[in-house]
Nanobody, 125 residues
Framework: VQLQASGGGLVQGGDSLRLSCSGS????????MGWFRQAPGKEREGVSS????????VYGDSVKGRFTISRDNAKDTVYLQMNSLKPEDTAVYYC???????????????????WGQGTQVTVSS
C-alpha cells in the first residue's frame, strides 16, 4: 500500500501550486485523507483533511482561506490547491490516509495509517 504525492516545486511568493495524491495498492475512496507538512527542524503539521465522503473538510489555521482540499473519487485522487503561497509554506508535504478518523483528530498525524513519500514545496520571497 503506497501513496504517491506529486506537484511540488519552487515558486515565488503569491504563486499557486496544486498537489495531488494517488494510491497504489489501495483505493482512496472510503479513506479519510490528510495533507501534512514538515519544515526542517519543525514538527509535522496538519495542513488539511477531507472525510471519505468529501462532505467535511478541515484546515490548519495557517492555511485557512488560501488552501483548498478536494477529492475526485472517480480518479482516485486527492488534491491540495495552494494559493497565495508564502515563504513560510516551504516544507515537504505529505499525503496520508486512514479510515474512521474522528472529526477532532483529522489534523493529527498519529490518526493516519498510510503515508506517501512527500513532495517538496519551496516558496521564495
Amino acid at each position: 500500500v503506497q501513496l504517491q504525492a506529486s506537484g511540488g516545486g519552487l515558486v515565488q511568493g503569491g504563486d499557486s501550486l496544486r498537489l495531488s495524491c494517488s494510491g497504489s495498492g489501495l483505493t482512496l475512496e472510503g479513506f479519510g485523507m490528510g495533507w501534512f507538512r514538515q519544515a526542517p527542524g519543525k514538527e509535522r503539521e496538519g495542513v488539511s483533511s477531507i472525510r471519505s465522503s468529501g462532505g467535511t473538510t478541515v484546515y490548519g489555521d495557517s492555511v485557512k482561506g488560501r488552501f483548498t482540499i478536494s477529492r475526485d473519487n472517480a480518479k482516485d485522487t486527492v488534491y491540495l490547491q495552494m494559493n497565495s503561497l508564502k515563504p513560510e509554506d516551504t516544507a515537504v508535504y505529505y499525503c496520508a490516509a486512514s479510515k474512521n478518523i474522528i472529526l477532532s483528530s483529522l489534523l493529527r498525524y498519529p490518526s493516519y495509517a498510510y503515508w506517501g513519500q512527500g513532495t517538496q514545496v519551496t516558496v521564495s520571497s
